[in-house]
T-cell receptor, first 114, second 112 residues
Framework: DAGVIQSPRHEVTEMGQEVTLRCKPI?????LFWYRQTMMRGLELLIY????????DSGMPEDRFSAKMPNASFSTLKIQPSEPRDSAVYFC????????????FGPGTRLLVL | GESVGLHLPTLSVQEGDNSIINCAYS??????FIWYKQESGKGPQFIID?????DKRQGQRVTVLLNKTVKHLSLQIAATQPGDSAVYFC???????????FGTGTRLLVSP
């Protein structure tokens, strides 16, 4: 398996623009997670899905952030409008119901909002 | 995927030494703990986990120790290799494996 795939790997945008981050989980995995990593706050869970259904979005910082999982092999995290303080590395991770303790992380998307 | 950077505690060891990385966790009700390794430019990678009903668990070259009395977790790496150089995070969870709360991380530097 190719592992968790994220795109783009790097994104530079201007404040106010819409940003869409994409994730393809490992095939057969039931859980999908979105994390954000910053110098100030470390690694934080934003939202997670089980079988394409959002289970807990309490980590989503503001209404400007939204996440969807239209099918088992694809998820998006959207920021609209983006702000400089959204600059961070965003990770997607997935896990299987048969081994829930192990989350497999993607390589991340480094976002810079100018 | 660089992790929290400038003010990370750093442990510097020589190749072949044993390394001990420590972590203080925050929630006494946490019942599951994990160690992750993050290399520069990559996402975190699962190393080993332990449940709260255990105080020690061993893997390949790694051992995790849990002291619930003082809310302390440690990761021991035997015969540290240059490839072990990375940032190591502990994480805790309660009532399931999904909502992980990560610590701030420790940078391990291994010199040949």
């Amino acid at each position: 398996d190719a592992g968790v795939i994220q795109s783009p790997r790097h994104e530079v945008t201007e404040m106010g623009q819409e940003v869409t981050l994409r994730c393809k989980p490992i095939s057969g995995h039931d859980y999908l997670f979105w994390y954000r990593q910053t110098m100030m706050r470390g690694l934080e869970l934003l939202i997670y899905f089980n079988n394409n259904v959002p289970i807990d979005d309490s980590g989503m910082p503001e209404d400007r952030f939204s996440a969807k999982m239209p099918n088992a092999s694809f998820s998006t995290l959207k920021i609209q409008p983006s702000e400089p303080r959204d600059s961070a590395v965003y990770f997607c991770a997935s896990s299987s119901v048969w081994a829930q303790e192990t989350q497999y992380f993607g390589p991340g998307t480094r976002l810079l909002v100018l | 995927g660089e992790s929290v950077g400038l003010h990370l505690p750093t442990l510097s060891v020589q190749e072949g030494d044993n390394s001990i990385i420590n972590c203080a966790y925050s929630n006494s009700a946490s019942d599951y703990f994990i160690w992750y390794k993050q290399e520069s430019g990559k996402g975190p990678q699962f190393i080993i986990d332990i449940r709260s009903n255990m105080d020690k668990r061993q893997g390949q070259r790694v051992t995790v120790l849990l002291n619930k009395t003082v809310k302390h977790l440690s990761l021991q790496i035997a015969a540290t290799q240059p490839g072990d150089s990375a940032v190591y995070f502990c994480a805790e969870a309660m009532g399931g494996f999904q909502k992980l709360v990560f610590g701030t991380g420790t940078r391990l530097l291994v010199s040949p």
